[in-house]
Protein backbone atom coordinates (compact mmCIF):
# COMPACT_ATOMS: atom_id res chain seq x y z
CA UNK A 1 0.00 0.00 0.00
CA UNK A 2 3.23 2.53 0.92
CA UNK A 3 4.60 2.09 -2.22
CA UNK A 4 0.96 2.69 -3.99
CA UNK A 5 0.48 6.07 -1.96
CA UNK A 6 3.74 7.05 -2.95
CA UNK A 7 3.18 6.51 -6.73
CA UNK A 8 -0.02 8.65 -5.99
CA UNK A 9 1.42 11.26 -4.40
CA UNK A 10 4.42 11.44 -7.00
CA UNK A 11 1.71 12.20 -9.76
CA UNK A 12 -0.43 14.59 -8.24
CA UNK A 13 3.38 16.49 -7.73
CA UNK A 14 2.38 18.24 -4.70
CA UNK A 15 5.20 20.91 -4.19
CA UNK A 16 3.84 22.83 -1.02
CA UNK A 17 5.74 25.82 0.34
CA UNK A 18 8.61 24.51 3.24
CA UNK A 19 5.83 26.23 6.56
CA UNK A 20 3.47 23.86 5.17
CA UNK A 21 5.00 20.68 3.24
CA UNK A 22 4.71 18.28 6.35
CA UNK A 23 1.34 19.05 7.06
CA UNK A 24 0.77 18.70 3.10
CA UNK A 25 2.41 15.81 2.36
CA UNK A 26 0.91 13.99 5.54
CA UNK A 27 -2.68 15.33 4.43
CA UNK A 28 -1.64 14.19 0.70
CA UNK A 29 -0.52 10.64 2.00
CA UNK A 30 -4.08 10.21 4.02
CA UNK A 31 -6.13 11.44 0.64
CA UNK A 32 -4.25 8.78 -1.46
CA UNK A 33 -4.62 6.42 0.93
CA UNK A 34 -8.63 6.73 1.48
CA UNK A 35 -8.91 7.26 -2.70
CA UNK A 36 -6.74 4.02 -3.01
CA UNK A 37 -8.26 2.34 -0.05
CA UNK A 38 -12.23 2.96 -1.73
CA UNK A 39 -11.75 2.64 -5.38
CA UNK A 40 -15.24 1.76 -6.55
CA UNK A 41 -16.75 4.10 -4.31
CA UNK A 42 -14.16 6.69 -5.93
CA UNK A 43 -14.89 5.24 -9.30
CA UNK A 44 -18.73 5.94 -8.34
CA UNK A 45 -18.25 9.70 -7.50
CA UNK A 46 -16.53 10.42 -10.79
CA UNK A 47 -19.23 8.36 -12.80
CA UNK A 48 -22.09 10.24 -11.14
CA UNK A 49 -20.57 13.48 -11.18
CA UNK A 50 -19.84 12.85 -14.90
CA UNK A 51 -23.35 12.08 -15.56
CA UNK A 52 -24.11 15.18 -13.71
CA UNK A 53 -22.31 17.35 -15.93
CA UNK A 54 -23.38 15.33 -19.21
CA UNK A 55 -27.35 15.92 -19.07
CA UNK A 56 -26.43 19.31 -17.42
CA UNK A 57 -25.22 19.94 -20.80
CA UNK A 58 -27.86 18.33 -22.87
CA UNK A 59 -24.94 15.42 -24.07
CA UNK A 60 -27.16 12.75 -22.93
CA UNK A 61 -30.50 12.58 -22.32
CA UNK A 62 -31.70 14.77 -19.40
CA UNK A 63 -33.87 12.38 -17.57
CA UNK A 64 -31.05 10.61 -16.58
CA UNK A 65 -29.95 13.48 -14.45
CA UNK A 66 -32.45 12.32 -12.07
CA UNK A 67 -30.15 9.10 -11.81
CA UNK A 68 -27.89 11.09 -9.11
CA UNK A 69 -30.37 10.39 -6.68
CA UNK A 70 -29.33 6.70 -6.68
CA UNK A 71 -26.48 7.69 -5.17
CA UNK A 72 -26.65 7.29 -1.42
CA UNK A 73 -28.06 3.63 -2.36
CA UNK A 74 -25.15 2.63 -4.98
CA UNK A 75 -22.65 3.94 -2.58
CA UNK A 76 -23.85 2.05 0.64
CA UNK A 77 -23.47 -1.01 -1.85
CA UNK A 78 -20.24 -0.27 -2.56
CA UNK A 79 -19.21 0.83 1.26
CA UNK A 80 -20.48 -2.18 2.72
CA UNK A 81 -18.92 -4.10 0.66
CA UNK A 82 -15.85 -2.80 1.01
CA UNK A 83 -16.07 -3.21 4.87
CA UNK A 84 -17.00 -7.24 4.78
CA UNK A 85 -14.69 -7.88 2.05
CA UNK A 86 -11.26 -6.69 4.25
CA UNK A 87 -11.77 -9.86 5.94
CA UNK A 88 -13.28 -12.22 2.89
CA UNK A 89 -11.77 -12.42 -0.16
CA UNK A 90 -14.99 -13.86 -1.77
CA UNK A 91 -17.07 -10.11 -0.42
CA UNK A 92 -14.46 -8.35 -1.80
CA UNK A 93 -14.53 -9.94 -5.53
CA UNK A 94 -18.22 -9.08 -4.98
CA UNK A 95 -17.21 -5.62 -4.33
CA UNK A 96 -14.99 -5.17 -7.22
CA UNK A 97 -18.08 -6.64 -8.99
CA UNK A 98 -20.40 -3.72 -7.07
CA UNK A 99 -18.33 -1.20 -9.61
CA UNK A 100 -20.87 -2.19 -12.62
CA UNK A 101 -23.21 0.15 -11.40
CA UNK A 102 -21.50 2.75 -12.52
CA UNK A 103 -22.87 1.39 -15.80
CA UNK A 104 -26.28 1.31 -14.39
CA UNK A 105 -25.95 5.44 -13.70
CA UNK A 106 -25.50 5.86 -17.99
CA UNK A 107 -28.23 3.08 -19.24
CA UNK A 108 -31.29 2.37 -16.76
CA UNK A 109 -33.87 5.73 -16.54
CA UNK A 110 -34.71 6.01 -12.67
CA UNK A 111 -36.80 8.80 -12.50
CA UNK A 112 -40.15 7.42 -11.59
CA UNK A 113 -38.42 5.04 -9.28
CA UNK A 114 -37.20 7.75 -7.05
CA UNK A 115 -40.37 9.40 -7.11
CA UNK A 116 -42.01 6.24 -6.17
CA UNK A 117 -42.38 4.92 -2.34
CA UNK A 118 -39.79 2.63 -3.19
CA UNK A 119 -37.22 5.06 -3.15
CA UNK A 120 -37.48 6.32 0.71
CA UNK A 121 -38.05 2.41 1.42
CA UNK A 122 -34.98 1.65 0.13
CA UNK A 123 -33.02 4.47 1.46
CA UNK A 124 -34.51 2.97 4.93
CA UNK A 125 -32.45 -0.13 4.03
CA UNK A 126 -29.34 1.55 3.30
CA UNK A 127 -29.14 3.43 6.53
CA UNK A 128 -30.18 0.29 8.80
CA UNK A 129 -27.63 -1.60 6.03
CA UNK A 130 -25.03 0.60 7.17
CA UNK A 131 -25.66 0.12 10.89
CA UNK A 132 -25.86 -3.24 11.28
CA UNK A 133 -23.65 -4.89 8.85
CA UNK A 134 -20.83 -5.42 11.46
CA UNK A 135 -23.19 -7.17 13.82
CA UNK A 136 -22.78 -5.28 16.75
CA UNK A 137 -25.28 -7.14 19.37
CA UNK A 138 -25.19 -4.59 22.34
CA UNK A 139 -27.42 -2.04 22.14
CA UNK A 140 -25.16 0.62 23.27
CA UNK A 141 -22.17 -0.39 20.76
CA UNK A 142 -24.90 -0.24 18.05
CA UNK A 143 -25.85 3.12 18.86
CA UNK A 144 -22.43 4.44 19.36
CA UNK A 145 -21.49 2.84 15.62
CA UNK A 146 -24.19 4.46 13.80
CA UNK A 147 -23.62 7.87 15.80
CA UNK A 148 -20.49 7.45 14.54
CA UNK A 149 -21.59 7.26 11.10
CA UNK A 150 -24.24 10.10 11.11
CA UNK A 151 -21.04 12.13 12.64
CA UNK A 152 -18.49 11.23 9.56
CA UNK A 153 -21.97 12.16 7.20
CA UNK A 154 -22.40 15.73 8.54
CA UNK A 155 -19.37 16.68 8.94
CA UNK A 156 -18.71 15.94 5.20
CA UNK A 157 -21.63 17.89 4.26
CA UNK A 158 -20.45 20.37 6.39
CA UNK A 159 -16.79 20.63 4.42
CA UNK A 160 -18.73 20.25 1.25
CA UNK A 161 -21.02 23.07 1.63
CA UNK A 162 -18.54 25.32 3.13
CA UNK A 163 -16.51 24.53 -0.17
CA UNK A 164 -19.55 25.04 -2.07
CA UNK A 165 -20.59 28.24 -0.13
CA UNK A 166 -16.81 29.58 -0.56
CA UNK A 167 -16.59 29.41 -4.68
CA UNK A 168 -20.12 30.54 -4.60
CA UNK A 169 -19.32 33.91 -2.75
CA UNK A 170 -15.99 34.12 -4.61
CA UNK A 171 -17.76 34.29 -8.02
CA UNK A 172 -20.96 35.94 -7.14
CA UNK A 173 -18.91 38.94 -5.49
CA UNK A 174 -16.19 38.84 -8.77
CA UNK A 175 -19.19 38.91 -10.92
CA UNK A 176 -21.04 41.84 -8.78
CA UNK A 177 -18.01 44.11 -8.76
CA UNK A 178 -16.21 43.90 -12.00
CA UNK A 179 -18.70 42.73 -14.75
CA UNK A 180 -17.77 39.51 -15.38
CA UNK A 181 -18.90 36.03 -15.43
CA UNK A 182 -22.35 36.97 -15.86
CA UNK A 183 -23.52 34.66 -18.28
CA UNK A 184 -21.43 32.23 -16.80
CA UNK A 185 -22.60 32.34 -13.00
CA UNK A 186 -25.48 29.15 -13.31
CA UNK A 187 -22.68 26.99 -14.56
CA UNK A 188 -20.40 27.69 -12.04
CA UNK A 189 -22.83 27.51 -9.62
CA UNK A 190 -23.86 23.65 -10.94
CA UNK A 191 -20.52 22.56 -11.35
CA UNK A 192 -19.55 23.66 -8.11
CA UNK A 193 -22.28 22.07 -6.41
CA UNK A 194 -22.15 18.90 -7.77
CA UNK A 195 -18.22 18.51 -7.42
CA UNK A 196 -18.82 19.63 -3.95
CA UNK A 197 -21.68 17.05 -2.90
CA UNK A 198 -21.01 14.57 -5.52
CA UNK A 199 -16.89 13.85 -5.19
CA UNK A 200 -15.82 15.74 -2.16
CA UNK A 201 -18.29 14.86 -0.10
CA UNK A 202 -18.14 11.16 -0.70
CA UNK A 203 -14.36 11.42 -0.01
CA UNK A 204 -14.49 13.68 2.73
CA UNK A 205 -16.53 11.19 4.49
CA UNK A 206 -14.22 7.83 3.15
CA UNK A 207 -11.94 9.77 4.83
CA UNK A 208 -13.30 10.66 8.06
CA UNK A 209 -14.32 7.24 8.09
CA UNK A 210 -10.62 5.91 7.32
CA UNK A 211 -10.11 5.16 11.31
CA UNK A 212 -12.84 2.79 11.03
CA UNK A 213 -11.43 -1.01 11.39
CA UNK A 214 -7.96 0.23 12.46
CA UNK A 215 -8.68 2.48 15.42
CA UNK A 216 -12.28 1.78 16.42
CA UNK A 217 -12.19 2.21 19.83
CA UNK A 218 -11.23 5.72 19.44
CA UNK A 219 -13.64 6.30 16.63
CA UNK A 220 -17.04 4.55 19.20
CA UNK A 221 -15.29 6.54 21.81
CA UNK A 222 -17.07 9.60 21.17
CA UNK A 223 -18.99 11.93 24.01
CA UNK A 224 -22.02 13.16 23.85
CA UNK A 225 -22.33 16.88 24.17
CA UNK A 226 -23.46 18.18 27.13
CA UNK A 227 -26.16 20.91 24.74
CA UNK A 228 -27.09 17.26 23.70
CA UNK A 229 -28.04 16.09 27.03
CA UNK A 230 -30.17 18.79 28.02
CA UNK A 231 -31.97 18.37 24.04
CA UNK A 232 -32.44 14.95 25.11
CA UNK A 233 -33.77 15.92 28.89
CA UNK A 234 -35.38 19.07 29.14
CA UNK A 235 -36.64 19.51 24.91
CA UNK A 236 -37.30 16.33 23.55
CA UNK A 237 -38.18 14.34 26.52
CA UNK A 238 -40.68 16.31 27.98
CA UNK A 239 -42.30 16.94 24.35
CA UNK A 240 -42.81 13.18 24.23
CA UNK A 241 -44.68 13.25 27.41
CA UNK A 242 -46.80 15.99 26.66
CA UNK A 243 -47.34 13.71 22.86
CA UNK A 244 -48.36 11.13 24.77
CA UNK A 245 -50.70 12.84 27.10
CA UNK A 246 -52.72 14.11 23.99
CA UNK A 247 -52.69 11.03 22.67
CA UNK A 248 -53.71 9.32 25.17
CA UNK A 249 -56.78 11.53 25.52
CA UNK A 250 -57.66 11.82 22.03
CA UNK A 251 -57.45 7.86 22.09
CA UNK A 252 -60.00 8.24 24.98
CA UNK A 253 -62.34 10.34 22.97
CA UNK A 254 -62.74 8.23 20.48
CA UNK A 255 -63.18 5.45 22.47
CA UNK A 256 -65.92 6.79 25.29
CA UNK A 257 -67.96 8.06 21.55
CA UNK A 258 -67.29 4.58 19.40
CA UNK A 259 -65.99 6.37 16.40
CA UNK A 260 -63.35 5.66 13.91
CA UNK A 261 -59.57 7.49 14.64
CA UNK A 262 -58.87 9.87 11.91
CA UNK A 263 -56.71 8.94 9.07
CA UNK A 264 -53.78 10.76 9.67
CA UNK A 265 -53.63 9.01 13.18
CA UNK A 266 -51.20 6.84 11.77
CA UNK A 267 -48.70 8.67 10.65
CA UNK A 268 -48.79 10.35 14.30
CA UNK A 269 -48.59 6.96 15.88
CA UNK A 270 -45.41 6.09 13.86
CA UNK A 271 -43.72 8.55 14.41
CA UNK A 272 -44.47 8.67 17.79
CA UNK A 273 -43.34 5.43 18.45
CA UNK A 274 -39.92 5.70 16.47
CA UNK A 275 -39.42 9.01 18.71
CA UNK A 276 -39.82 6.92 21.89
CA UNK A 277 -37.75 4.25 21.35
CA UNK A 278 -34.97 6.29 19.58
CA UNK A 279 -34.17 8.20 22.66
CA UNK A 280 -34.89 5.14 24.49
CA UNK A 281 -31.62 4.47 22.96
CA UNK A 282 -29.76 6.98 23.19
CA UNK A 283 -30.44 7.74 27.00
CA UNK A 284 -27.63 4.81 28.21
CA UNK A 285 -24.93 7.26 26.44
CA UNK A 286 -26.13 10.51 28.77
CA UNK A 287 -24.39 10.84 31.71
CA UNK A 288 -26.86 11.88 33.69
CA UNK A 289 -30.31 10.85 31.53
CA UNK A 290 -33.71 11.64 33.22
CA UNK A 291 -36.89 10.26 33.32
CA UNK A 292 -35.07 6.68 32.85
CA UNK A 293 -38.45 4.70 34.64
CA UNK A 294 -40.93 6.41 31.90
CA UNK A 295 -38.62 5.12 28.60
CA UNK A 296 -38.30 1.52 30.08
CA UNK A 297 -42.00 1.77 29.77
CA UNK A 298 -41.25 2.60 26.32
CA UNK A 299 -43.25 -0.60 25.28
CA UNK A 300 -46.14 -0.94 27.53
CA UNK A 301 -46.90 2.72 26.34
CA UNK A 302 -46.73 2.25 22.72
CA UNK A 303 -49.24 -0.82 22.63
CA UNK A 304 -52.51 1.30 23.18
CA UNK A 305 -51.63 3.98 20.25
CA UNK A 306 -50.55 0.96 18.01
CA UNK A 307 -53.78 -0.60 18.52
CA UNK A 308 -55.65 2.76 17.27
CA UNK A 309 -53.43 2.70 14.53
CA UNK A 310 -54.08 -1.16 13.45
CA UNK A 311 -57.68 -0.24 14.36
CA UNK A 312 -57.41 3.01 12.06
CA UNK A 313 -55.50 1.46 9.21
CA UNK A 314 -57.24 -1.27 8.86
CA UNK A 315 -60.65 0.12 8.04
CA UNK A 316 -59.09 2.94 5.85
CA UNK A 317 -58.18 -0.23 3.60
CA UNK A 318 -60.67 -1.89 3.71
CA UNK A 319 -62.72 1.15 2.40
CA UNK A 320 -60.25 2.41 -0.38
CA UNK A 321 -57.78 -0.25 -0.83
CA UNK A 322 -53.83 -0.73 -0.68
CA UNK A 323 -52.04 2.05 -2.65
CA UNK A 324 -48.20 1.54 -2.34
CA UNK A 325 -47.82 4.08 0.12
CA UNK A 326 -50.83 2.12 2.48
CA UNK A 327 -48.83 -0.78 2.08
CA UNK A 328 -44.95 0.43 3.37
CA UNK A 329 -47.71 2.20 6.22
CA UNK A 330 -48.34 -1.04 7.03
CA UNK A 331 -44.88 -2.66 7.10
CA UNK A 332 -44.12 0.45 8.93
CA UNK A 333 -46.77 -0.52 11.95
CA UNK A 334 -45.51 -4.18 11.44
CA UNK A 335 -42.15 -3.34 12.34
CA UNK A 336 -42.61 -0.88 15.21
CA UNK A 337 -45.43 -4.02 16.58
CA UNK A 338 -42.52 -6.08 16.30
CA UNK A 339 -40.02 -3.84 17.93
CA UNK A 340 -42.71 -3.31 20.72
CA UNK A 341 -43.06 -6.64 21.02
CA UNK A 342 -39.06 -7.93 21.19
CA UNK A 343 -38.67 -5.07 24.08
CA UNK A 344 -41.50 -6.79 26.02
CA UNK A 345 -39.45 -10.15 25.77
CA UNK A 346 -36.36 -9.90 28.26
CA UNK A 347 -32.99 -10.12 26.41
CA UNK A 348 -34.61 -9.37 22.72
CA UNK A 349 -34.72 -5.53 22.39
CA UNK A 350 -31.67 -5.87 20.29
CA UNK A 351 -31.50 -2.50 18.01
CA UNK A 352 -30.08 -5.42 15.46
CA UNK A 353 -32.84 -7.84 15.59
CA UNK A 354 -35.05 -4.05 14.86
CA UNK A 355 -32.74 -3.54 12.11
CA UNK A 356 -33.00 -6.72 10.63
CA UNK A 357 -36.29 -7.11 10.60
CA UNK A 358 -36.32 -3.72 8.86
CA UNK A 359 -34.56 -4.55 6.23
CA UNK A 360 -36.25 -8.20 5.51
CA UNK A 361 -39.44 -6.62 5.45
CA UNK A 362 -39.03 -3.25 3.57
CA UNK A 363 -37.10 -6.07 1.32
CA UNK A 364 -39.69 -7.98 0.53
CA UNK A 365 -42.55 -5.44 -0.44
CA UNK A 366 -40.20 -3.73 -2.17
CA UNK A 367 -37.91 -6.06 -4.63
CA UNK A 368 -40.38 -8.86 -4.82
CA UNK A 369 -42.86 -7.96 -7.44
CA UNK A 370 -45.48 -10.52 -7.24
CA UNK A 371 -46.15 -8.96 -3.27
CA UNK A 372 -44.64 -5.50 -3.68
CA UNK A 373 -45.85 -2.58 -2.15
CA UNK A 374 -46.00 -1.22 -5.76
CA UNK A 375 -48.01 -4.35 -7.35
CA UNK A 376 -50.33 -4.68 -4.68
CA UNK A 377 -51.45 -1.25 -4.93
CA UNK A 378 -52.16 -1.65 -8.68
CA UNK A 379 -54.15 -5.10 -7.98
CA UNK A 380 -56.14 -2.92 -5.44
CA UNK A 381 -56.58 -0.19 -7.61
CA UNK A 382 -57.57 -1.38 -10.36
CA UNK A 383 -60.26 -3.85 -8.72
CA UNK A 384 -61.65 -0.64 -7.41
CA UNK A 385 -61.70 1.00 -10.76
CA UNK A 386 -63.84 -1.45 -12.46
CA UNK A 387 -65.96 -1.23 -9.45
CA UNK A 388 -66.87 1.80 -8.99
CA UNK A 389 -66.72 2.36 -13.11
CA UNK A 390 -69.65 -0.91 -13.31
CA UNK A 391 -71.74 1.04 -10.46
CA UNK A 392 -71.67 4.08 -12.61
CA UNK A 393 -72.53 2.43 -15.86
CA UNK A 394 -69.55 4.08 -18.06
CA UNK A 395 -67.50 0.72 -18.85
CA UNK A 396 -67.70 -1.74 -21.69
CA UNK A 397 -67.34 -5.67 -21.50
CA UNK A 398 -63.59 -4.99 -22.81
CA UNK A 399 -63.18 -2.77 -19.11
CA UNK A 400 -62.76 0.25 -21.51
CA UNK A 401 -64.76 3.88 -20.08
CA UNK A 402 -66.81 5.63 -22.48
CA UNK A 403 -69.07 8.86 -22.23
CA UNK A 404 -72.43 8.64 -20.81
CA UNK A 405 -75.67 9.95 -23.01
CA UNK A 406 -77.02 11.93 -19.79
CA UNK A 407 -76.02 14.29 -17.38
CA UNK A 408 -75.41 13.15 -13.56
CA UNK A 409 -76.16 15.73 -11.16
CA UNK A 410 -76.83 13.49 -8.55
CA UNK A 411 -74.03 14.24 -5.07
CA UNK A 412 -73.43 10.97 -4.76
CA UNK A 413 -72.50 9.62 -8.71
CA UNK A 414 -70.28 12.97 -8.64
CA UNK A 415 -68.55 12.46 -5.24
CA UNK A 416 -68.42 8.60 -7.13
CA UNK A 417 -66.60 9.62 -10.25
CA UNK A 418 -64.44 12.20 -8.29
CA UNK A 419 -62.85 9.54 -6.73
CA UNK A 420 -62.92 6.84 -9.33
CA UNK A 421 -60.63 9.86 -11.13
CA UNK A 422 -58.48 10.07 -8.14
CA UNK A 423 -58.00 5.99 -8.72
CA UNK A 424 -57.75 6.43 -12.17
CA UNK A 425 -54.54 9.04 -11.42
CA UNK A 426 -53.12 6.84 -8.97
CA UNK A 427 -53.43 3.96 -11.76
CA UNK A 428 -51.96 6.73 -14.39
CA UNK A 429 -48.85 7.58 -12.42
CA UNK A 430 -48.05 3.37 -11.99
CA UNK A 431 -48.69 2.22 -15.57
CA UNK A 432 -47.94 5.44 -17.68
CA UNK A 433 -50.58 6.92 -20.40
CA UNK A 434 -50.12 4.45 -22.58
CA UNK A 435 -50.72 1.65 -21.19
CA UNK A 436 -54.00 3.12 -19.19
CA UNK A 437 -54.82 4.49 -22.99
CA UNK A 438 -54.87 0.73 -24.33
CA UNK A 439 -57.17 -0.35 -21.24
CA UNK A 440 -59.27 2.17 -20.53
CA UNK A 441 -59.34 4.13 -23.67
CA UNK A 442 -57.96 7.69 -21.34
CA UNK A 443 -54.75 8.19 -20.86
CA UNK A 444 -54.52 10.31 -17.87
CA UNK A 445 -57.14 11.93 -15.57
CA UNK A 446 -57.34 15.01 -17.47
CA UNK A 447 -58.29 13.30 -20.51
CA UNK A 448 -60.98 11.30 -18.37
CA UNK A 449 -62.54 14.50 -16.35
CA UNK A 450 -62.54 16.58 -19.91
CA UNK A 451 -64.44 14.23 -21.79
CA UNK A 452 -66.16 11.98 -18.87
CA UNK A 453 -66.29 14.28 -16.14
CA UNK A 454 -68.54 16.10 -18.37
CA UNK A 455 -71.19 14.36 -17.58
CA UNK A 456 -70.72 14.27 -13.59
CA UNK A 457 -70.94 17.54 -12.08
CA UNK A 458 -73.12 19.55 -10.25
CA UNK A 459 -75.36 22.11 -11.65
CA UNK A 460 -74.99 25.16 -10.61
CA UNK A 461 -78.35 27.05 -8.53
CA UNK A 462 -80.16 29.70 -10.86
CA UNK A 463 -78.71 32.38 -8.54
CA UNK A 464 -75.13 31.37 -9.85
CA UNK A 465 -72.88 32.13 -13.12
CA UNK A 466 -71.30 29.37 -15.10
CA UNK A 467 -68.64 30.29 -17.35
CA UNK A 468 -67.48 27.36 -19.56
CA UNK A 469 -65.68 27.08 -23.05
CA UNK A 470 -67.44 26.39 -25.63
CA UNK A 471 -64.28 24.67 -27.60
CA UNK A 472 -61.27 22.89 -25.85
CA UNK A 473 -58.72 24.89 -27.48
CA UNK A 474 -56.41 27.71 -26.25
CA UNK A 475 -53.32 29.82 -27.51
CA UNK A 476 -50.08 28.23 -26.79
CA UNK A 477 -47.99 31.03 -28.84
CA UNK A 478 -45.23 32.08 -26.56
CA UNK A 479 -45.38 29.62 -23.98
CA UNK A 480 -42.67 27.08 -23.94
CA UNK A 481 -43.66 24.59 -20.97
CA UNK A 482 -46.90 23.41 -19.74
CA UNK A 483 -47.87 21.60 -16.99
CA UNK A 484 -50.61 18.88 -17.40
CA UNK A 485 -53.18 17.58 -14.66
CA UNK A 486 -53.76 20.43 -12.48
CA UNK A 487 -55.86 21.01 -9.43
CA UNK A 488 -57.15 24.15 -8.63
CA UNK A 489 -58.35 24.73 -5.33
CA UNK A 490 -60.14 28.38 -4.07
CA UNK A 491 -59.04 29.16 -0.88
CA UNK A 492 -59.92 32.31 1.57
CA UNK A 493 -57.94 35.29 -0.43
CA UNK A 494 -56.27 33.05 -3.39
CA UNK A 495 -56.57 30.19 -6.26
CA UNK A 496 -54.10 27.28 -5.49
CA UNK A 497 -53.01 25.84 -8.72
CA UNK A 498 -50.99 22.54 -7.78
CA UNK A 499 -49.48 19.22 -9.77
CA UNK A 500 -50.68 15.54 -9.81
CA UNK A 501 -48.11 15.44 -6.43
CA UNK A 502 -49.73 18.07 -4.95
CA UNK A 503 -46.76 20.52 -5.34
CA UNK A 504 -47.68 24.12 -5.37
CA UNK A 505 -47.40 25.20 -9.16
CA UNK A 506 -48.77 29.07 -8.57
CA UNK A 507 -51.12 30.94 -6.18
CA UNK A 508 -53.24 33.71 -8.18
CA UNK A 509 -55.15 36.16 -6.17
CA UNK A 510 -58.74 36.28 -6.03
CA UNK A 511 -59.19 39.48 -6.57
CA UNK A 512 -57.68 39.46 -10.31
CA UNK A 513 -59.81 36.50 -11.01
CA UNK A 514 -62.80 38.30 -9.68
CA UNK A 515 -62.17 41.19 -12.06
CA UNK A 516 -61.14 39.38 -14.87
CA UNK A 517 -64.23 36.63 -14.38
CA UNK A 518 -66.48 40.05 -14.02
CA UNK A 519 -65.95 41.31 -17.06
CA UNK A 520 -66.53 37.89 -19.13
CA UNK A 521 -69.85 37.44 -16.44
CA UNK A 522 -70.84 41.19 -18.70
CA UNK A 523 -69.57 39.98 -22.04
CA UNK A 524 -71.63 36.55 -21.53
CA UNK A 525 -74.97 38.11 -20.62
CA UNK A 526 -74.47 41.18 -23.36
CA UNK A 527 -74.73 38.60 -26.02
CA UNK A 528 -77.30 36.43 -24.37
CA UNK A 529 -79.47 39.59 -24.61
CA UNK A 530 -78.63 39.77 -28.57
CA UNK A 531 -79.83 36.51 -28.96
CA UNK A 532 -76.33 35.13 -29.33
CA UNK A 533 -74.77 32.11 -27.96
CA UNK A 534 -71.55 33.04 -26.02
CA UNK A 535 -68.73 31.84 -28.34
CA UNK A 536 -64.96 32.36 -28.84
CA UNK A 537 -65.39 36.13 -27.29
CA UNK A 538 -66.01 34.49 -24.11
CA UNK A 539 -63.54 31.32 -24.42
CA UNK A 540 -60.35 34.25 -24.78
CA UNK A 541 -61.90 35.61 -21.69
CA UNK A 542 -61.39 32.35 -19.88
CA UNK A 543 -57.63 32.49 -20.34
CA UNK A 544 -56.32 34.29 -17.71
CA UNK A 545 -52.80 35.80 -17.82
CA UNK A 546 -50.55 36.19 -14.18
CA UNK A 547 -46.89 37.15 -14.64
CA UNK A 548 -45.16 34.37 -17.15
CA UNK A 549 -48.37 32.21 -16.62
CA UNK A 550 -51.61 31.32 -18.51
CA UNK A 551 -54.71 29.44 -17.05
CA UNK A 552 -56.94 28.48 -19.26
CA UNK A 553 -60.26 28.01 -17.51
CA UNK A 554 -62.79 24.53 -18.67
CA UNK A 555 -65.37 26.12 -16.50
CA UNK A 556 -65.86 28.69 -13.12
CA UNK A 557 -68.65 28.96 -11.20
CA UNK A 558 -69.73 32.37 -9.78
CA UNK A 559 -71.81 33.49 -6.92
CA UNK A 560 -74.32 36.47 -7.40
CA UNK A 561 -71.91 38.27 -5.50
CA UNK A 562 -69.35 37.79 -7.44
CA UNK A 563 -67.43 35.22 -5.81
CA UNK A 564 -65.86 32.64 -7.26
CA UNK A 565 -66.84 29.27 -5.98
CA UNK A 566 -64.68 26.62 -7.94
CA UNK A 567 -62.63 26.57 -11.02
CA UNK A 568 -61.67 23.46 -13.17
CA UNK A 569 -58.64 23.85 -15.32
CA UNK A 570 -56.62 20.90 -17.25
CA UNK A 571 -53.39 22.80 -18.14
CA UNK A 572 -51.09 25.41 -16.97
CA UNK A 573 -48.43 27.59 -19.64
CA UNK A 574 -45.77 28.71 -18.70
CA UNK A 575 -43.30 31.06 -20.85
Not at 127 to 137: E, G, I, M, P, T
Not at 288 to 295: G, K, M, N, S
Not at 547 to 560: T, W
Not at 565 to 570: F, G, H, W
Request: net charge positive.
Amino acid sequence: MNTKVDFFITCINIKPEPVMKTNMRKFARELAATLLGNPVETLLSIALLTLSVLTWKEILDTKLGENVLLAPLFFTVSFVLNRLGRERKSIKVLYWISVLQAVLLFTVKAAFWVSSPAYPASLIIAVALVASYNFKRDNTSFVRNFIAYAREIIFALIIATAIFLSILAIFHSISYLFGVFEESLNDITFYASTTCYLFIAPVAFLQLNSKAGEDEEKRLGIKVFRIFELVINYILSPAIFIYTIILYVYIAGIVFEMSLPKGNLAYMVIAFVISFFAIKSILPLLERPLFVRIYESASLISILPLTIFWIGTIYRISEYGYTAGRVYLIVCGLILSLSVILYLIRHMGRLLYVAWITIVLLSVFTYIKPISAKQTGIDSQLRILKELATELEISGEDGRLFVPDQLHTDSAEVKKFDRMSNVFDYLADELGYDKMKQMYGYGSRSELRTFVGEKFRITCAVEQYVLERTKNIFPVEGYSKSFFEISCRIDNDSLSITNSKDSLLLRIPNHLLETLSATAISKRDSLLKAGIKPCNTVDSLLNFSYMEYMLPVNYMSISAEGTITSVYATNLLVK
